[in-house]
């Protein structure tokens, strides 16, 4: 009888394991989009949002910059 050596189990990795705590989101859960494709809630535009999690993050960072500027524009 020959038996299989236990393989050990890995915990399943997260749906996007580049996530970095290095630049968090600056989402806020205020999801609503102006005419401009604009959140009004962080001040993203919407393709930003899509891109951020395969984003680097100097990538993110130059979104959370943009995301500023618009909000203190907008102020």
């Known amino acids: 009888m020959v038996t299989a050596a236990a ?4 915990p399943p990795k997260p ?3 580049n996530v970095s705590p290095a630049v968090p989101s600056p989402c806020i859960s205020v999801c609503r989009l102006d005419e401009q494709k604009v959140c009004t809630g962080c001040y993203r535009h919407v393709e930003d949002i899509r891109q951020w999690r395969s984003a680097t993050d100097e990538q993110r960072r130059a979104i959370v910059a943009e995301a500023a500027e618009r909000r203190s524009s907008a102020v």
């Open 7 to 10: 393989t050990p189990v890995r």
């Open 15 to 17: 749906l996007f394991s």
